[in-house]
């Protein structure tokens, strides 16, 4: 069982930073993968980021690469994601997800979830 707590979100001009985190609990973190998806207004859930359990690969979707970076520190049980250059568009409710299977894009991938971190972004 992995609890998954997200923080660092809020209100940010459009052009600035933001850096989300998400907290693991429960035994073996390195051996998750770990995924960031979003959900706009009126949107499905989409896939942002993920990382392979070691650090060593990384997977982004098209909208966010060269934006956004996604990393963890399994020694504090915690994954970011660094995001830059923000546009309006990237405002949404931030997931964390973590799985133990392949690191893919697919929400079927993961099996556990976080409660969400809203990121609004103004003009």
């Known amino acids: 069982q992995v609890q998954l707590v997200e923080s660092g979100g809020g209100l940010v001009q459009a052009g600035g930073s933001l850096r989300l985190s998400c907290a693991a609990s429960g035994r073996i973190f390195s051996s998750y993968n770990m995924g960031w998806f979003r959900q706009g207004p009126g949107k499905e859930r989409e896939f942002v980021a993920a990382i392979s359990g070691n650090g060593g690969s990384t997977l982004y979707a098209d909208s966010v690469k060269g934006r956004f970076t996604i990393s963890r520190d399994n020694a504090k049980n915690t994954v970011y994601l660094q995001m830059n250059s923000l546009k309006i568009a990237d405002t949404a409710v931030y997931y964390c997800?973590?799985?133990?299977?392949?690191?893919?894009?697919?929400?079927?991938?993961?099996?556990?979830w976080g409660q969400g971190t809203q990121v609004t972004v103004s003009s």
């Open positions: 997800a973590a799985g133990q299977r392949y690191l893919r894009s697919s929400m079927n991938e993961y099996g556990y």
